[in-house]
């Protein structure tokens, strides 16, 4: 089958995010902007192109001040590096409609391949007649390999922000 191009329907996807903090509780965020360009076989995504791309700007972990502290120098320095992307190198068939997808993920000005887990949830027809894919995809980073090294020691032992940032994508997306 033919590739077929694939713009992301942003109202009914997400970029969301896990942290852990203080080592007894998990931080959760989102990302509101962000856009991708897909080429794809819907039968096959192995042979598919994909460049990804967020906003980091747009971060919101519902904490105004802890959303300006990551849009800093601290953390993201979005003044200086306003994007994380990704564009896919390989991917490869991990059994019925699931995928390893790994590519070149750049953020905060260092560039380092990842894999991550896609799950091939569905195509159809919505109402008015477009076609509709769906994708769920799992992964994580780690923030020291980016450069992300702000933290804070606790008198109890560890530390305040674990490094191991997991990423969870829900992708809809329209054929062009």
């Known amino acids: 089958m033919a590739k077929t191009k694939w713009n992301i329907d942003a109202s009914h996807s997400s970029v969301d995010f896990t942290i852990r903090h203080m080592m007894i509780a998990k931080v959760k965020g989102t990302f509101h902007t962000f856009e991708a360009e897909v080429e794809s076989?819907?039968?096959?995504?192995?042979?598919?192109?994909?460049?990804?791309?967020?906003?980091?700007?747009?971060?919101?972990?519902?904490?105004?001040?802890?959303d300006a502290h990551l849009r800093s120098a601290d953390f993201f320095d979005v003044e200086n590096n306003p994007k994380l992307t990704?564009?896919?190198?390989?991917?490869?068939?991990?059994?019925?409609?699931?995928?390893k997808v790994?590519?070149?993920?750049?953020?905060?000005g260092v560039t380092?391949?990842?894999?991550?887990?896609?799950?091939?949830e569905g195509a159809g027809k919505?109402?008015?007649?477009?076609?509709?894919?769906?994708?769920?995809?799992?992964?994580?980073?780690?923030?020291?390999?980016y450069g992300?090294?702000?933290?804070?020691?606790?008198?109890?032992?560890?530390?305040?922000?674990?490094?191991?940032?997991?990423?969870s994508l829900d992708i809809e997306a329209s054929a062009v």
């Open 41 to 66: 076989d819907i039968t096959d995504l192995t042979s598919a192109d994909i460049r990804f791309s967020v906003d980091l700007s747009s971060i919101d972990t519902r904490n105004g001040d802890r």
């Open 148 to 167: 992300l090294t702000y933290n804070a020691a606790l008198e109890t032992g560890g530390v305040l922000i674990g490094d191991e940032v997991k990423i």
């Open 126 to 145: 919505d109402p008015w007649g477009n076609e509709k894919v769906g994708y769920s995809v799992q992964g994580v980073l780690k923030r020291s390999d």
């Open 102 to 108: 790994t590519g070149n993920v750049t953020l905060h």
């Open 112 to 120: 380092r391949a990842e894999t991550f887990a896609v799950t091939f």
């Open 86 to 99: 990704f564009e896919s190198t390989q991917i490869v068939s991990a059994g019925d409609d699931e995928y």
